[in-house]
């Protein structure tokens, strides 16, 4: 599968509205992982996951295609950011702990990556991907935002969107997967950061380029008149889905 560099040119307004995945994720892969030495963060985007990860890892190794969602990704002491792709990492065989990919797997050959993760992780070592799809907010909003979903900028979302839709589920997975718990993402958001979460949706940015309007004015002038005073911060979720496996021994 060719590189989709789908988010280099608002790499900054990621940065700025992309919810941050909860603490607990963290400290459970932590204690399943052999131990805590390094991680690597494939497609790490703007270095969300990897941020967190160095926290519990002495080490954590950030790789993105993107030069630009490197250039603007979160620094830590414990992270070292590099563009390579998710199929040749650059890490030595049998020296990661941890692989994770968030959020990402649909933009990768997912055979060519497992493949590579096989290569790097140590034995016992552990792999973890996850995905999250719409946001929760209320059941009048969430029906505005599915209607947006799939109705105003549905088509513009790439084939592979299905694979978020499905949790990740039918992706053959080559490894001894666990039964992780259940996770999800909280945060309290004014109406405009929501608006300004949208407008980093891929299908968003293709919406505009082929249309050449910002269809997110028009949705936020119908969520106006159900969030009340627009700087009031709302409660917002996505249920995370998260698959985890273990190298063989």
């Not at 052999?34 to 160095?54: E, I, K, S, V």
């Not at 990492?89 to 692989?99: C, N, P, T, Y």
């Not at 940015?205 to 008149?225: C, H």
Request: aromatic share 12%; hydrophobic share 40%; proline share 6%.
């Amino acid at each position: 599968m060719p590189f989709k560099d789908r988010f280099s040119g608002h790499a900054s307004e990621y940065v700025q509205f992309r919810p941050r995945y909860p603490d607990e994720l963290f400290e459970y892969l932590a204690e399943v992982a052999p131990d805590r030495l390094l991680a690597w963060d494939c497609a790490t985007g703007n270095g969300q996951a990897a941020f967190d990860l160095g926290g519990f890892f002495q080490r954590v190794v950030a790789t993105d295609a993107s030069e630009n969602q490197i250039a603007n990704a979160d620094q830590h002491e414990r992270i070292h950011y590099s563009v390579a792709t998710s199929e040749k990492s650059g890490l030595d065989a049998r020296s990661a702990s941890l692989v994770t990919i968030a959020q990402a797997l649909h933009w990768v050959d997912a055979d060519l990556f497992f493949n590579e993760v096989k290569r790097v992780l140590k034995p016992g070592g552990v792999l973890a991907i996850w995905c999250y799809n719409l946001v929760k907010v209320s059941p009048a909003i969430d029906a505005l935002l599915e209607k947006f979903y799939r109705e105003t900028v549905g088509p513009y979302w790439d084939p592979e969107r299905h694979l978020v839709e499905t949790g990740y589920r039918t992706i053959a997975f080559p490894f001894v997967e666990l039964q992780p718990p259940t996770f999800q993402m909280r945060a309290h958001w004014s109406l405009d950061h929501l608006l300004g979460y949208l407008r980093t949706w891929s299908a968003t940015q293709g919406f505009v380029a082929a249309r050449g309007f910002d269809p997110v004015i028009s949705l936020g002038k119908q969520l106006a008149r159900l969030w009340g005073v627009p700087a009031d911060k709302k409660s917002v979720r996505w249920p995370l889905s998260i698959r985890v496996g273990k190298s063989k021994m």
